[in-house]
Each structure stands twice: as C-alpha cells, then as structure tokens.
C-alpha cells in the first residue's frame, strides 16, 4: 500500500499514530467551520495541542486549480485529481508530522468531501475511494446535517456572488448560477448521506443552536479522548507570537503559551 | 481502428459517448531512448499518408505544469504527489485533447503513455494496484509500442544529448555514490521493470539500439498492421514518361 515515510497507512483500518484525526463535513452554509473553530478553541485552552487544516489549501496546487478555473477546464476527472494531489500534500507537510508529534488535527473537510462531490460529477464511487486509500481515516467525522434550503438560504443571502465550479456551473444542471447551485448542493446532499451510511460518520443536526450543536460535538470529542488518553500541556496563561516557516515564506502566528 | 473506448480500469462514466472514430498509438521507453525523434517522423509519415496527426506528450498539460516544475525545483514532491500530479496532466490531455482528437477521426500519438508512471512508481516503491487503480481512466491505446535499449547502449546516448539530469537519475532516491551511478541503478531498475510491462500489456517491442532509420521502418510497419497505409499514392503530376531520343 502506499506508504508515506516507512509505516504504511491506508483509509481501511485505524492509524498508527499517537495523535488524533477529527474531520468535519457537511455542505457548504452546513456550519461546520464555526463549529471546528469552536471546537478548536476549547481544546487549545485545556492544553491540547492542535493543528488546524483546510480542504484544498496546498500551495502546490493552488495556481493549477485557479487556473483551470479560471478557464474552465477543468474535467472531473481533474478536479477530483487536483483535490487528491491537494490533501496528499498537506497530508505529508502538515498533517502527518502533528499526528505522529501525538497532537489533535482538525480538518476542515476531509475525504468524504471528495466522495460526495465527484459522485456528483460523474466519477465513478469506487475509483475516487481506491485513489484516497493513501489518506489515513480520521478517528473521528462530525458531519453536520442541514436540508437544502437552509444550507443555500445562509450561502446565498449571506454572501457574494457563486462561483462557477461551487455553483457545479460545470454540469450544465440550470440556467442561473443561483439555480444551478440549489440543484447542486441536493445532488451533494444526498450523496453525502450514502457516504454517512458507509462510513457511519457522526451525525450533528446543523439546524440547532449553535452552542447545543458545540455541546455535541465536545461530547463527541470527549468520548474518543476517552477511548485513548491525549497529553496536555499546562493550561495556557498566554499568547506567544511565533515565526513560522512555511513554503510559501515566513508567517507570524500567534500561539497560546 | 475506430470502435468502442476500452478502458485500463474503472474509465470515465459520465462521457457523453462510448465510440472513437480515431486510433491511439502509444510510444513507450525510457529517458533519452529517441522517442520525441521517433514520434515527430511517425507524424510525418502519417500525415503523408493522409491522416490527420495529433502529437501528445507526457507532461505537457499546461495545467499541472507550473505545479510539477515549482515542486521540483524545490524537491518537494512526494510519491503520492508526483503520482496524483503526472494522472491530472494525463487526465487534462485525455479530456482535452486526446478524446476529442479520436472522435474526430486523428490518429494520436502519444509520445509516453501511463505504462510511463506505472514503471516509475514501481521503482519509487509504490503499490503497483494504486498506481494502476489512479490511472484507470486511461484508454487502453490501439498500439502500444515500446522502444527497448539497453543500458550500454542508453548512456551515451544520454551524455550526448545534454546529461544526466536529477530526476531521469532518480536522485530523489539516492540510488548511488553520484549521479553517474544513481543513473544507472535507476535507470536499470527503470528498464526492467519496462521489459516487464512490456509483457503484461503486450506491447510490440522494438529494437531501439539501432540507427534512427531502421527503428523507424520498424515502427511503420507495426503501425501498419492497425492503420490501413495506402501503397505510394501517384503523385500530384504525373511524371512524363521519359522520351528515348
């Protein structure tokens, strides 16, 4: 199996690392990044270490996606790719060595994202699971449920303009952008509710107050830190600015101490 | 020649349409063994014989190519990333202009086809059921020819022509003292594991230790045996016949 750095890990059995994996899912306009946030922070100021990571925020591929974009060529068959080439990236350069430094890793979208989103385009269900068999599974995915509606209600009056390719403008499914994005957001849906079933995800109602929905997740959370005891740090007095160096040059992060 | 698209593995459900009116050629051998030579008088040829040509490279997707050339300048790629990355310049070619190309009847010529990444991640260590599981969208090519040499004969051929250079070295792997010896190590392994594919998807395997013109008259008359080539058409004017004074 496709090994990375002498253990060999795949997405069929449980890692072998001394950290934990915790993914979130859900649509877009679902709420799980203000629940990871969330959940971030009450982890930080117990004393877990943690590290936090994005759905398709490589560095590597960024100018490939932004251009395919911007063009419009890009195929299913690529975008799944790029994704893949995505997380294989940020898997080697940020998540692995938390993990295996026994920290917590919060991933905001994890392979579930690519299962539900390239069904939808086409691909075929098995090909894209075979492809990610290189991603460890997470020892935990919250995903947050909420019906079409209120997912595109939050998105659409909330926000900007739609994008192309968030829209799925790319399979031709309605004539406005706003359209094509309510009919591809269901399609997501209902594919995401064959990847719960599979892979039986935890489940968070996404229409629920914000704090009971915070107070499921840590419940959540509680249980696996049961399950395996995470070290601490002592509680943190303070915030410490820290020079990280990262591909992409130097960055200030503040870090609490 | 033309018919239904086979595919290596899983393919592409959601084309539109299942038949080809083209044929696709494949021309497979390692680094420096004279392919892009051997492509470009293929195209010729071909397109004398009044077939419509469309070259394709390895790589040359302008979509992942920045994405491959800043990781490697770095030596940031990992096996996973430069195995995803090569499979979404393959993916671009393959929807973007290979697929279109065959419906509308051209013969393409594929200078490197997926063969390329699957004996380059053998020798990198790679599980050879991923490899072969990511690329499964690939068609499987009318003609798969492989242009076979030897490592005495490759060396000096490469020294020639530029050197030896990091990747086609495997120096990401360290495979000798330098880069004279990680090449051969590398390539060795390379070559075997070629001569081996080359079994497994039946290629025709052309001598490529010979002069330039032989190895091309081999080729044509492979391609040949699946591209109906018209015997020496008569010539746009006819030749007077010569009168005997």
């Known amino acids: ?257 | 020649m033309s018919g239904p698209l086979r595919f290596y593995g899983d393919g592409l459900p959601y084309l539109p349409y299942r038949e080809v009116k083209g044929c696709l050629i494949a021309i497979e051998g390692t680094d420096g063994v004279g392919r892009s030579t051997q492509v470009d008088l293929l195209k010729r040829w071909l397109q004398v014989n009044g077939y419509g040509v469309v070259e394709t490279g390895w790589t040359r997707s302008k979509l992942v190519q920045r994405a491959l050339d800043m990781a490697k300048a770095g030596n940031l790629l990992n096996r996973m990333t430069f195995s995803l990355l090569y499979a979404a310049d393959f993916a671009d070619r393959l929807e973007n202009v290979i697929l279109p190309a065959l419906r509308s009847g051209f013969v393409v010529l594929s200078d490197r086809y997926v063969h390329t990444a699957f004996a380059r991640d053998h020798v990198r260590g790679a599980d050879s059921r991923w490899i072969r599981d990511l690329f499964g969208f690939a068609p499987i090519p009318d003609l798969a020819c492989y242009l076979k040499i030897d490592l005495d004969h490759l060396i000096p051929r490469v020294l020639e022509s530029g050197g030896m250079n990091y990747w086609e070295s495997g120096m990401d792997l360290r495979m000798g003292e330098d880069i004279f010896d990680s090449f051969k190590n590398y390539q060795g392994a390379l070559l075997g594991e070629y001569d081996r594919l080359a079994r497994e998807f039946g290629f025709e395997v052309v001598d490529a230790a010979r002069p330039i013109g032989e190895i091309q008259r081999d080729l044509q008359e492979r391609i040949a045996k699946v591209l109906p080539i018209r015997p020496p058409a008569a010539t746009v004017h006819p030749v007077p016949a010569p009168t005997t004074a």
Request: hydrophobic share 40%; with cysteine; aromatic share 8%.
């Open chain 1, 1 to 257: 199996m496709p090994s990375t750095g002498g253990t060999v890990v795949t997405f069929r059995e449980r890692h072998p690392y001394p950290g934990k994996l915790i993914a979130v899912e859900g649509v877009d306009g679902s709420g799980k990044s203000t629940q990871v946030r969330l959940l971030q922070h009450w982890l930080e100021a117990q004393g877990y270490p943690v590290f936090f990571t994005e759905w398709n925020s490589s560095e590597l591929v960024r100018d490939a996606t932004r251009q395919g974009k911007k063009k419009n060529t890009l195929t299913p068959t690529t975008f799944s790719l790029l994704h893949a080439t995505d997380l294989a990236d940020r898997l080697a350069y940020q998540i692995l060595p938390p993990l295996k430094a026994g920290m917590i890793v919060l991933s905001d979208r994890y392979v579930c994202t690519a299962f539900a989103r390239d069904a939808v385009r086409g691909v075929d269900r098995s090909w894209v699971r075979k492809i990610y068999d290189y991603a460890p599974r997470p020892d935990l995915t919250l995903y947050f449920r909420v019906p079409v509606s209120v997912a595109c209600e939050r998105i659409l009056s909330a926000r900007r303009t739609l994008k192309f390719y968030e829209a799925g403008m790319d399979l031709g499914l309605a004539d406005t952008i706003e359209a094509s994005f309510v009919e591809f957001q269901g399609r997501i849906l209902v594919e995401y509710d064959r990847v719960v079933e599979e892979y039986g995800l935890a489940v968070i109602d996404g229409q629920l107050d914000i704090r009971e929905q915070q107070d499921q997740v840590r419940e959540h959370v509680k249980k696996l830190f049961a399950l395996a005891p995470m070290r601490r740090r002592a509680v943190p007095t303070g915030r410490r600015r820290v020079q990280m160096r990262t591909r992409e040059g130097i960055k200030i992060r503040e870090v609490r101490e």
